[in-house]
């Protein structure tokens, strides 16, 4: 078969699937089987099909159509413009989370930095002085890679419960040469890390077990339950990981998290002894940042 016609079949068939956006899953599953880009396919359309082409499209097309996202088909993602590896294992990064990158930048370009000594207010790190940044929770280690690559005098660290996640943040670091900046942990949050950070950041599991119904079903039945889903009310882990990035943060150190609009009202009480708390929206205005201070005294 010509490749215009397995993709125009394929879009077909998505569409009766009731798959979303069937033409982008089509494109990007075909770009897969034959390892090319978008380009290619259009460079090419009366390009004929190898029998074990035909068999590859049909069973990512058949992985598609049950549910299974198209990122774990493929195992990529990009993220912050880079190919980030993924597996049913982690999180699927998305692009809000990229707001949290953005907090930490404007952050450290502000001038708004932590104190090095608790004994000397006036005392700020410089702009090119080590930044210590622990990522909770790193998944896939996108939002740590992206931190590592814009931040060159930054030690960075990532912490996740899951050794089979962790093994695949490792992989990543490695693809982008990274591993020698970024420095993994096995824990349960901050559980063992030792203080005098200036950021913590995370991208917690923030859904509460009463909004499960209002969960795409392929998020639900695909991603890692314990990533997505926090509890019953979507706060319990954010509400641990508060006191303990408290424990480890420097006087005026920032805690930034990703959260949904559904807790901001309970995120912003959890935060009521901080300084400086703002939530931020995404490019939807929903509450999707919260970027907190920690006392200086």
């Not at 695909?222 to 006087?251: K, S």
């Amino acid at each position: 078969m010509h490749l215009k016609d397995s993709l125009s079949a394929a879009i077909s068939r998505l569409k009766t699937e009731n798959v979303p956006s069937p033409r982008m899953n089509a494109e990007m599953l075909l770009m897969f089987t034959l390892n090319c880009d978008r380009a290619y396919l259009f460079a090419h359309p009366d390009r004929e099909l190898t029998t074990e082409e035909e068999s590859r499209y049909e069973s990512a097309l058949a992985e598609r159509t049950r549910g299974v996202p198209a990122q774990y088909i493929t195992g990529h993602q990009e993220f912050w413009g880079m190919d980030v590896i993924v597996t049913p294992a982690v999180l699927i990064p998305r692009p809000e989370t990229e707001h949290v990158i953005e907090t930490v930048l404007e952050i450290q370009t502000s001038g708004v930095r932590p104190q090095t000594s608790a004994k000397t207010n006036s005392e700020v790190r410089g702009p090119k002085s080590k930044v210590r940044i622990v990522d909770v929770g790193t998944g896939s280690g996108c939002i740590a890679l992206a931190l590592a690559k814009e931040l060159a005098h930054a030690e960075i660290h990532a912490t996740d419960i899951s050794p089979d996640a962790l093994e695949i943040a490792r992989a990543n670091a490695a693809r982008h040469q990274l591993e020698h900046r970024i420095y993994f942990h096995q824990s349960d949050l901050l559980e063992g890390l030792k203080g005098d950070f200036d950021f913590v950041v995370s991208n917690p599991p923030y859904v509460g077990e009463s909004e499960e119904d209002q969960v795409q079903l392929e998020v639900r039945k695909f991603e890692p339950r314990n990533a997505v889903f926090a509890g019953p009310a979507g706060t319990e882990v954010i509400a641990r990981l508060i006191p303990q990035a408290r424990q480890i943060l420097r006087p005026g150190g920032w805690l930034i998290m990703e959260i949904s609009g559904t807790i901001a009202k309970e995120v912003r009480k959890l935060l009521e002894d901080w300084q400086d708390v703002q939530i931020k929206p995404d490019l939807q205005s929903i509450p999707r940042v919260v970027k907190a201070r920690k006392p200086k005294t």
